[in-house]
């Protein structure tokens, strides 16, 4: 706890979406990797893998831009710093290990603080105010506009999808009196980022959260919840398991696992 505060305060972070929890919610990942990492190496490595695949469709490699960049688990970054002229690692909390890899190979690693939303601040201004429907109509018409750096060769979008209105619409005082308004919000702006992403010029990679599972010790599964009801998404190219919370992190009755997909998509 006191680390994960510590972490929170070295992270770089703007202050609406500080206030928002983003911050603390990064260092909050990152302490879980500490203690259950060894369980999320086969998710790390799938990552890995689909992102490198990605990156060989792409055609020329001057710009890769990863959205949700994080600490950078699930970001093959001296791979793709071997194989493209500029890494932009982009995230709304930018944290030490960014910016290591920015100091440790200056000019062609660059650790960007950037809301993929475009409505963060907006949405921390209004935290104490805003109507449950003002909320959910501001992700709905959230637009970032052009990456930072400009558009990239290839955009990565690093397994923030299912974060983007979910953790900060927490923080809402009209979620207060409102379960379901985190789970609206998680929508309306996965389905903008999607669009965003697909007026990219480049190669896409998306990886995302899709399911939910709580799974017994002996492998039987006790819930499944779809992250993203309604959300119109062609089949993925690729799918695994993360066993994101091994007993006893969240529960000593159960593990829980995420089904993770995967879509690469290129310009048309
Ligand atoms: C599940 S973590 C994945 C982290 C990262 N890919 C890694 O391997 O460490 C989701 C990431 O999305 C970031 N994120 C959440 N909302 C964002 C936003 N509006 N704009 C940019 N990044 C955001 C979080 O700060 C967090 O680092």
Same mark, same amino acid.
């Given at each position: 706890? $006191?680390?994960? #505060?510590?972490?929170?305060? /070295? @992270?770089?972070? *703007?202050?609406? !979406?500080?206030? %928002?929890?983003?911050?603390?919610?990064?260092?909050?990942?990152a302490?879980?990797?500490?203690?259950?990492?060894?369980?999320w190496?086969?998710?790390?490595?799938?990552?890995?893998?689909?992102?490198?695949?990605?990156?060989?469709?792409?055609?020329?490699?001057?710009?890769?831009?990863?959205?949700?960049?994080?600490?950078?688990?699930?970001?093959?970054?001296?791979?793709?710093?071997?194989?493209?002229?500029?890494?932009?690692?982009?995230?709304?909390?930018?944290?030490?290990?960014?910016?290591?890899?920015?100091?440790?190979?200056?000019?062609?690693?660059?650790?960007?603080?950037?809301?993929?939303?475009?409505? $963060?601040?907006? #949405?921390?201004e209004?935290? /104490? @105010?805003?109507? *449950?429907?003002? !909320?959910?109509? %501001?992700?709905?018409?959230?637009?970032?506009?052009?990456?930072p750096?400009?558009?990239?060769?290839?955009?990565?979008?690093?397994?923030?999808?299912?974060?983007?209105?979910?953790?900060?619409?927490?923080?809402?005082?009209?979620?207060?009196?409102?379960?379901?308004?985190?789970?609206?919000?998680?929508?309306?702006?996965?389905r903008?980022?999607?669009?965003?992403?697909?007026?990219?010029?480049?190669?896409?990679?998306?990886?995302?959260?899709?399911?939910?599972?709580?799974?017994?010790?002996?492998?039987?599964?006790?819930?499944?919840?779809?992250?993203?009801?309604?959300?119109?998404l062609?089949?993925?190219?690729?799918?695994?398991?993360?066993?994101?919370?091994?007993?006893?992190?969240?529960?000593?009755?159960?593990?829980?696992?995420?089904?993770?997909?995967?879509?690469?998509?290129?310009?048309a």
């Amino acid at each position: 706890m $006191l680390r994960e #505060l510590i972490d929170a305060l /070295r @992270t770089k972070c *703007a202050p609406g !979406a500080r206030a %928002l929890g983003l911050a603390y919610e990064a260092a909050a990942i990152a302490a879980r990797h500490r203690r259950v990492g060894k369980s999320w190496a086969p998710h790390i490595a799938a990552s890995h893998q689909v992102i490198l695949r990605g990156a060989a469709r792409c055609r020329k490699h001057e710009r890769v831009l990863v959205i949700g960049a994080g600490a950078c688990f699930d970001v093959p970054v001296a791979e793709l710093a071997a194989q493209f002229s500029e890494v932009i690692l982009a995230d709304v909390a930018v944290s030490a290990v960014a910016r290591r890899w920015q100091r440790r190979l200056p000019g062609r690693v660059r650790a960007i603080a950037w809301d993929a939303t475009g409505v $963060l601040a907006s #949405l921390a201004e209004g935290r /104490r @105010t805003l109507t *449950a429907n003002a !909320a959910v109509e %501001l992700f709905a018409g959230s637009d970032p506009g052009v990456p930072p750096g400009g558009d990239a060769d290839l955009v990565v979008s690093a397994n923030c999808l299912s974060q983007l209105g979910l953790i900060p619409a927490d923080q809402l005082v009209a979620a207060e009196a409102d379960d379901e308004l985190p789970a609206r919000c998680a929508i309306a702006a996965a389905r903008r980022h999607i669009a965003w992403l697909a007026a990219r010029p480049g190669v896409r990679v998306l990886i995302s959260d899709v399911t939910r599972l709580d799974i017994a010790p002996d492998g039987r599964e006790l819930a499944r919840r779809t992250i993203f009801k309604g959300l119109e998404l062609r089949a993925p190219d690729q799918s695994w398991r993360w066993d994101l919370a091994p007993i006893p992190e969240w529960s000593r009755e159960w593990h829980r696992v995420h089904e993770v997909s995967a879509w690469i998509d290129e310009p048309a």
